[in-house]
């Protein structure tokens, strides 16, 4: 198992930028592949982004070019750079992980291991 532990969220101008992080809480010698997801008051949670365990990311529509997912040195970290945002991004972001067996990326019940979550508003 792993707890996750995201960083990052805040308040910003549309257009403008933030980055989230995301670090387990404990060390494991598992490794997962990560994403990050999103929910707005009233919305499902939707996947936003993934990278599996070869660097392979996969982007939902709606983030495409404007989003980065990326891995840290240190096992499980995990990064999200939000570029050009918009209101419509708003929400709060959690990071999650799964098992490399398991797919397919974005699927919200592919993913085992969840944090609590950091907010994101964006204003126009």
């Known amino acids: 198992q792993v707890q996750l532990v995201e960083s990052g969220g805040g308040s910003v101008q549309a257009g403008g930028s933030l980055r989230l992080s995301c670090a387990p809480s404990?060390?494991?010698?598992?490794?997962?592949?990560m994403g990050w997801f999103r929910q707005a008051p009233g919305k499902e949670r939707e996947g936003v982004a993934d990278i599996d365990l070869a660097g392979t990311t996969t982007y939902a529509d709606s983030v495409k070019d404007r989003f980065t997912i990326s891995q840290g040195n240190a096992r499980n970290t995990l990064y999200l750079q939000m570029d050009r945002l918009k209101p419509e991004d708003s929400g709060m972001y959690y990071c999650a992980a799964r098992f490399p067996s398991v797919g397919p990326p974005l699927r919200r019940a592919a993913y085992s291991f969840w944090g609590q979550g950091t907010q994101v508003t964006v204003s126009s």
């Open positions: 404990a060390y494991t010698d598992d490794r997962y592949c």
